[in-house]
């Protein structure tokens, strides 16, 4: 089939090589345009453009598509059978969802319409979910509202984390949208009052909060990894928590509790496994330990 490929981030790296490995055509490829980053602010190329790339496949990189009758001309004059959407980043109007012959496929990284929105995967480990998924799913003009095409359900185990399920997931969408692309399924309608909405995640989100439940503690750290992670303060250094485990204690929310450095919570305590400080390698809590005291009574920030 002659296909656009439209996807950004690591997510969506799978989908695009399976597609290629499998002999469609990509007529072109849609991604991210290059932001400014490190220290120098050299715009660098997001993952799926580089890949484009080392394929050899034609790259656009529009910053919107909306209000663009240039990018919805070309695009539509490149006479597409499909167009897969992994993790683009940008909404598509009316023109372009239309333009192909069977419209644009979304690869969602979760069982729909449990989690629409921008970060399903980070969503259901916070909730405490057992199964996430991929759904395949025709896009209309709503956020994830579309006729559900396939899917594929995966359990969420006690110490996955979002890198975890962001490596499966991906793997489980490029099968899928395989299988999508050789078939005409006939899409199932979703149900709305089933649906929640996974916001976009940021910095700010990453400072744990010990009036919390332990056990929200634990899975936000899980869901937060490796980004945006799950830090504490202690003094004036930033403390990541890579991960941790439940404890059976009680005490002043955010109070250090033993030597072991268990941490009161709203509900029971939580105890780091897995430490780093800024611009350092993670470590144990052993090795924590070593080089910070952390007596009994010790305030967490």
Request: proline fraction near 7%.
């Given at each position: 089939?002659?296909?656009a490929?439209?996807?950004?981030?690591?997510?969506?790296?799978?989908?695009?090589?399976?597609?290629v490995?499998?002999?469609?055509?990509?007529?072109?490829?849609?991604?991210?345009?290059?932001?400014?980053?490190g220290?120098?602010?050299?715009?660098?190329?997001?993952?799926v453009?580089?890949q484009?790339?080392d394929?050899?496949?034609?790259?656009r990189?529009p910053k919107?598509?909306r209000?663009?009758?240039?990018?919805?001309?070309?695009?539509?004059?490149?006479?597409?059978?499909?167009?897969?959407?992994?993790?683009?980043g940008?909404?598509?109007?009316?023109?372009?969802?239309?333009?192909?012959?069977?419209?644009?496929?979304?690869?969602?990284?979760?069982?729909?319409?449990?989690?629409?929105?921008?970060?399903p995967?980070?969503?259901?480990?916070?909730a405490?979910?057992?199964?996430?998924?991929?759904t395949?799913?025709q896009?209309?003009?709503?956020?994830?509202?579309g006729?559900?095409?396939?899917k594929?359900?995966?359990?969420?185990?006690?110490?996955?984390?979002?890198?975890?399920?962001?490596?499966?997931l991906?793997?489980?969408?490029?099968?899928?949208?395989?299988?999508?692309?050789?078939t005409?399924a006939?899409?199932?309608?979703?149900?709305?009052?089933?649906?929640?909405?996974a916001?976009?995640l940021?910095?700010?989100?990453?400072?744990?909060?010990?009036?919390?439940?332990?056990v929200?503690l634990?899975?936000?750290?899980?869901a937060?990894?490796?980004?945006?992670?799950?830090l504490?303060?202690l003094?004036?250094?930033?403390?990541?928590?890579?991960?941790?485990?439940i404890?059976?204690a009680?005490?002043?929310p955010?109070?250090?509790?033993?030597?072991?450095?268990?941490i009161?919570?709203?509900?029971?305590?939580?105890?780091?496994?897995?430490?780093q400080?800024?611009?350092?390698s993670?470590?144990?809590?052993?090795?924590?330990?070593r080089?910070?005291?952390?007596?009994?009574?010790?305030?967490i920030?």
């Amino acid at each position: 089939m002659r296909l656009a490929f439209m996807g950004s981030p690591d997510f969506s790296i799978a989908a695009l090589r399976a597609l290629v490995d499998a002999g469609h055509e990509i007529a072109s490829v849609y991604a991210q345009p290059p932001k400014p980053a490190g220290r120098g602010q050299k715009e660098r190329l997001c993952p799926v453009h580089r890949q484009a790339l080392d394929l050899g496949l034609p790259v656009r990189t529009p910053k919107r598509l909306r209000n663009n009758a240039e990018e919805q001309a070309h695009f539509s004059s490149l006479n597409l059978d499909a167009a897969v959407v992994a993790a683009y980043g940008l909404i598509l109007p009316e023109e372009i969802l239309s333009a192909p012959k069977r419209g644009c496929l979304n690869i969602h990284a979760s069982l729909l319409p449990r989690w629409r929105g921008a970060a399903p995967i980070q969503a259901a480990i916070l909730a405490g979910d057992s199964q996430t998924g991929i759904t395949i799913m025709q896009m209309d003009a709503g956020l994830d509202t579309g006729a559900m095409l396939l899917k594929q359900a995966t359990p969420i185990g006690s110490k996955d984390t979002a890198a975890d399920l962001h490596d499966r997931l991906a793997a489980i969408g490029a099968r899928l949208i395989l299988e999508a692309l050789d078939t005409q399924a006939a899409g199932t309608k979703q149900d709305d009052s089933l649906s929640t909405y996974a916001p976009k995640l940021s910095r700010e989100d990453a400072r744990l909060n010990f009036t919390k439940p332990a056990v929200e503690l634990e899975r936000q750290i899980r869901a937060y990894h490796p980004w945006p992670g799950s830090l504490l303060l202690l003094g004036d250094a930033v403390i990541k928590i890579l991960a941790a485990e439940i404890v059976i204690a009680e005490g002043t929310p955010g109070a250090v509790l033993d030597d072991q450095f268990t941490i009161a919570c709203g509900e029971h305590a939580l105890r780091p496994t897995r430490l780093q400080r800024a611009g350092k390698s993670a470590m144990s809590r052993a090795e924590f330990l070593r080089g910070y005291a952390m007596p009994p009574d010790t305030k967490i920030a």
